[in-house]
């Protein structure tokens, strides 16, 4: 008997225990433009949980992610009732124009524009656009919601029409060929958890190679159209957190794809990549940075070898599209440093070396110790950025090669580099 009335009582007070830690009542403040059901939409905590300060942080996390979001915290107050649960948002400005202005091939003027908005209907829906005049005419739509049907289940549509003139590299010598790319592409975004997620998408596609100038070889076409089909797959592990203009954790994406081609001139070919990138916080003003791309493509000595050498996308002052591989192998690094911060304006300094390798077109693993294939460009730069408009930095980066027949130049752009 004696027993019975101490499992009763030891019950009674559990009971009362988790009463007082329930949560009674969710309150979302500091959002105007987003919705407050697409903010709860993503959050895990409900009113009548018993109250959990480790699944309110992963909310907290989640949102900071968002580019609605430019910062988010949380508060709790005991009530009579239980506790009472404020999240609190600080909204970005999300319509987004940009323009990145670079010189092309022929060292002509060449510019980019674009135009977003990151927070359609309050609903973090993504629709943006743009138009690059690269000494031909491009223009290009995308359509992304992650969240279109509920926070793990969502969509993202493509539209590219891009035209521009590509060096293709010969074994006499270098050929510029008009290239045109149009496309329609439509994935399936899905969200596992919190730091996983994966897409799978269908593109269909057109190239139109056109050839202008330069070397010729019999085995290369110099006119030829092709229809092709790529099927891609991405994972991404993201266990990144923000603060601000500070970004401290690990991600990693993979990217896979299978390109069909109809024609034998452009054989298929599978292509697979992976960025690591690993941020950690130095001190309260500094922040290092790093991206280690490794990737590898079906090795076919052809000139049209898909990872190339390039300003814009890997090794800041080496030029646009200087050489192509089948192969990769790029780290970037850099210490970024905050100069001078005052409400919304934040000054940052960047010192960086960006350094990789490539497999030639048919070649084997021994091309990425070739000192031929292997480049390390060090170089500064400086980052004017506004904390409360999503992705608003203007960057310039001066890299200057250090390796055999390097060049030397400046990278401007919207955004980090990484």
Request: hydrophobic share 35%.
């Amino acid at each position: 008997m004696k027993s019975k009335l101490t499992f009763f009582f030891l019950l009674i007070n559990y009971l009362s225990f988790s009463q007082d830690r329930v949560i009674s009542e969710i309150i979302i403040q500091g959002n105007k433009k987003t919705k407050t059901s697409a903010i709860a939409k993503l959050t895990s905590i409900k009113e009548g949980m018993v109250l959990d300060s480790l699944i309110i942080e992963k909310d907290i996390k989640r949102l900071k992610r968002l580019p609605s979001i430019a910062h988010a915290y949380y508060q709790v107050h005991e009530k009579e009732q239980g506790y009472e649960v404020v999240y609190g948002v600080e909204e970005n400005f999300t319509i987004i124009p940009g323009i990145n202005v670079y010189t092309t091939n022929d060292d002509e003027f060449a510019f980019r524009a674009t135009l977003s908005e990151f927070n359609l209907f309050g609903q973090n829906i993504t629709l943006g656009g743009y138009y690059q005049n690269d000494i031909y005419n491009s223009f290009g739509a995308q359509l992304r919601a992650p969240f279109l049907f509920n926070k793990r289940f969502g969509l993202a549509v493509n539209y590219q029409n891009l035209t521009t003139q590509e060096p293709v590299f010969l074994d006499n010598g270098t050929a510029d060929y008009k290239y045109n790319n149009t496309s329609y592409e439509l994935s399936g975004l899905y969200q596992i958890n919190l730091q996983n997620r994966v897409e799978l998408g269908i593109n269909y596609f057109n190239e139109d190679y056109t050839y202008k100038t330069g070397a010729t070889s019999p085995d290369v076409p110099q006119d030829f159209d092709v229809n092709k089909l790529l099927y891609k797959f991405i994972y991404e592990y993201n266990n990144l957190n923000f603060d601000y203009q500070y970004v401290s954790g690990f991600r990693s994406i993979l990217n896979t794809q299978y390109v069909i081609s109809t024609e034998d001139v452009l054989p298929d070919f599978f292509i697979w990549w992976n960025d690591f990138f690993y941020y950690q916080r130095i001190g309260k003003r500094g922040n290092w940075a790093n991206r280690l791309r490794v990737g590898l493509a079906t090795n076919d000595d052809t000139p049209f070898a898909p990872f190339a050498v390039d300003n814009n996308l890997n090794i800041r002052g080496v030029g646009n599209i200087i050489d192509r591989g089948t192969g990769v192998i790029v780290l970037n690094t850099e210490y970024r440093h905050t100069l001078y911060e005052k409400d919304w304006f934040v000054l940052q300094s960047n010192v960086f070396v960006d350094g990789g390798s490539w497999r030639n077109p048919g070649g084997d693993f021994g091309d990425f110790g070739d000192t031929q294939n292997f480049r390390v460009y060090p170089g500064v730069g400086l980052r004017f950025m506004h904390k409360r408009i999503f992705n608003a930095i203007f960057r310039i980066d001066y890299g200057y090669g250090v390796t055999e027949d390097s060049t030397n130049g400046f990278v401007f752009g919207i955004g980090q580099y990484f």
